[in-house]
């Protein structure tokens, strides 16, 4: 397995799509894990539910990695993949979803109501206020590093949509964010 770590993740995706390596689908996997299940976990808001959809990314990237054509990186094909879990899993199960963030709401809404000059925005919280979009581009971006372009072709937006999306969403954020560091300071 060692050797299989030194080679690029192309030299890895020709041994499986040539020869069915499957310790090299492996490699893979063990390479690019960490940012899809981060990347699903960003979307998802649900540890359980991330994990499980980047174990679903992971199988439909090996039954199809014979259509995998190397016009971009590997791990942005990974996580368009995992992108498209995550809408269809989301458009499956969107009613309990629906109660689910009531639910959320209504507790969030409580537990700030009794004390509003004490409520804490963490970033986490923030994001939870963004639109899906937002959070994709956001999160491909500034989390995992990826170009405009790339996150473009990552997610199917637009570039244009793509510039957009992050635009809204930092502005949203600093709104969010700048009075909960600029009390932070004061205090």
Request: hydrophobic share 35%.
């Amino acid at each position: 397995m060692s050797k299989l770590n030194d080679l690029s993740d192309m030299n890895l995706v020709n041994r499986v799509q040539l020869l069915g390596d499957q310790a090299a689908f492996k490699a893979l996997v063990l390479r690019h894990n960490a940012r899809v299940r981060g990347f699903l976990r960003r979307l998802c808001q649900d540890k359980d539910q991330a994990d499980d959809l980047a174990q679903e990314c992971f199988l439909l990237a090996f039954r199809h990695i014979g259509k995998y054509q190397p016009s971009g990186q590997f791990s942005g094909w990974l996580l368009k993949i995992a992108q498209r879990c995550y809408f269809q899993e989301k458009r499956l199960h969107s009613r309990r979803a629906e109660k689910w963030q009531q639910f959320q709401a209504l507790e969030t809404d409580s537990s700030h109501i009794d004390d509003p000059v004490d409520m804490r925005l963490d970033l986490e919280k923030a994001f939870e206020t963004l639109s899906e979009n937002e959070t994709i581009c956001l999160t491909l971006c500034y989390t995992m590093g990826y170009s405009h372009s790339e996150v473009a072709d990552i997610s199917g937006f637009p570039l244009g949509s793509v510039k957009t999306y992050i635009k809204t969403g930092k502005d949203k954020l600093r709104d969010l964010l700048e009075p909960q560091l600029t009390e932070n300071h004061n205090v």
